[in-house]
């Protein structure tokens, strides 16, 4: 079964007037073949200093190089590169490079231009209306088909087949108009992704030869010369770890460009992914955004971790609304005004997105101890970067004296808030709550209990878990 996606892009503008032949010629039209579209798009927007692949972060510097030198040389594309690493992100990108608008002969099952009919029928049209030939108008992300392959992917799903009802109809086996075309035909003049590539069975692949290469298609023993104008790319995972499938090299050799992807190699990188791709139902500190994103980079550093499998952005955005709906579940169980996450709802990220992660052969049973290691070690380093400077010897004293903090995923704010002990004049809990950025009671009490896990962390005071409760002391 087809999966294809839509990419979304701006609100489209109200598309030409042209609606004949004879209107788009004396309109000046020019028609160009899909990669000299792309191309000069790319090279507009390039001149013109704007970003052609918003919402990409981390590939500026690698992978966009590589992308945009491959769609100046009119190649196919495939993407290789671990899960969650952004692939069909950048493939549905390119949608932004083609014009928004562009002509195909009304009712052409293939979306032919006007000025150049491939198939036999759109042919017979223009030959018998000329100038009168009906044309409509197509947006880009009507020209931007997705496949998922799965091994139950046909020829017929990619490419096409003889339609028995055509047959039935009394048309003779040989005419051409009795073929079905398939997603690839259906996409010309338009571009085609195929996400997980080696998973379509070694044959499927073998009948994508001709189509890339010499641009014809091949329906069981009938050869049809249609130029299909066609941009073809894809996404795969490392074959060395799946043992799903394999991209036979034929293939592989008619794409012509090759480019590996990555996960963002810096801190605010892997932020900003989590910023724009989490849906949080409450407030998420961006500190405690820096934690899961400092836990997902220990997770990819891990001897523990099995690396081949990669560990997903996913991850880190599934953490953030795991700790968002924590923090809504707290706020509406407590009556609180503001759901703001805190240092305790991390745990309940572990507790869900462990299964996401697959460990090392000879790592079963410590799963869960690499996990509480590897978050403690985040938080800690979060704690040094925004709190360095801040002296929490008063507290530590309070707490060395007797004083104990209690928290947990039932303890509201302002219960929170009226358990710190009290430090007489001194605005050190003010001095935590400025430098985090911390206003009403919700931040406040996230901003200081980040401070007594650091002070945890650093092996200054004690805690204890018990029943769903924690306690500092």
């Not at 918003?54 to 290789?80: K, M, N, W």
């Amino acid at each position: 079964m087809e999966d294809v996606t839509q990419p979304q892009t701006s609100q489209p503008s109200q598309h030409p007037a042209a609606s004949t032949l004879g209107e788009l010629r004396a309109s000046g039209h020019e028609r160009k073949s899909l990669r000299r579209e792309l191309r000069d798009n790319l090279l507009a927007r390039l001149a013109a200093g704007d970003d052609p692949w918003p919402g990409l972060h981390g590939f500026s510097e690698t992978v966009v190089p590589q992308v945009e030198r491959a769609l100046l040389a009119g190649h196919d594309i495939v993407l290789l590169g671990e899960r969650g690493q952004g692939k069909t992100r950048l493939l549905r990108s390119l949608v932004g490079l083609l014009d928004e608008w562009t002509p195909v002969i009304s009712g052409s099952e293939l979306g032919e231009h006007p000025y150049e009919p491939i198939t036999v029928t759109s042919q017979q049209a223009a030959a018998t209306y000329g100038d009168d030939l009906r044309i409509s108008w197509r947006h880009r992300d009507e020209r931007y088909a997705e496949k998922l392959a799965t091994p139950d992917t046909s020829v017929a799903d990619l490419i096409g087949d003889v339609d028995p009802m055509k047959v039935a109809e009394g048309r003779h086996l040989g005419d051409p108009e009795t073929i079905h075309f398939g997603l690839i035909p259906r996409s010309h003049r338009g571009i085609v992704a195929i996400n997980e590539l080696p998973d379509l069975a070694e044959r499927i692949q073998v009948a994508m030869l001709n189509v890339m290469e010499e641009r014809d298609i091949q329906i069981r023993g009938y050869i049809l010369r249609l130029p299909l104008d066609v941009l073809v790319v894809a996404s795969a995972n490392p074959e060395d770890y799946t043992n799903r499938g394999r991209i036979i090299t034929p293939l592989k050799d008619r794409f012509g460009a090759e480019i590996r992807t990555h996960y963002p190699r810096e801190v605010h990188e892997e932020i900003a992914v989590i910023e724009q791709e989490a849906d949080l139902v409450a407030e998420v500190p961006a500190y405690l955004l820096e934690v899961l994103a400092r836990f997902t980079r220990h997770l990819r550093d891990s001897q523990s971790v099995d690396q081949r499998s990669g560990v997903s952005a996913r991850f880190a955005i599934a953490g953030a609304e795991t700790i968002a709906a924590a923090a809504l579940h707290r706020a509406t169980t407590q009556g609180e005004d503001e759901a703001v996450a805190r240092v305790v709802d991390l745990e309940t990220a572990v507790d869900v997105l462990g299964g996401k992660i697959e460990f090392e052969t000879g790592e079963e049973g410590r799963e869960a101890e690499i996990l509480t290691h590897l978050l403690r070690t985040a938080v800690a380093e979060t704690v040094r970067a925004h709190l360095a400077g801040i002296d929490l010897r008063l507290l530590v004293e309070a707490i060395e004296e007797g004083a104990m903090v209690g928290t947990g995923a039932r303890v509201g704010a302002r219960d929170f808030l009226a358990g710190l002990p009290v430090l007489g004049e001194s605005d050190l809990y003010d001095a935590v709550c400025e430098r985090l950025g911390a206003t009403n009671d919700g931040e406040r009490a996230a901003a200081i209990e980040l401070a007594l896990e650091g002070l945890y962390l650093a092996r200054r005071i004690g805690k204890d878990t018990d029943g769903g409760e924690t306690f500092y002391g």
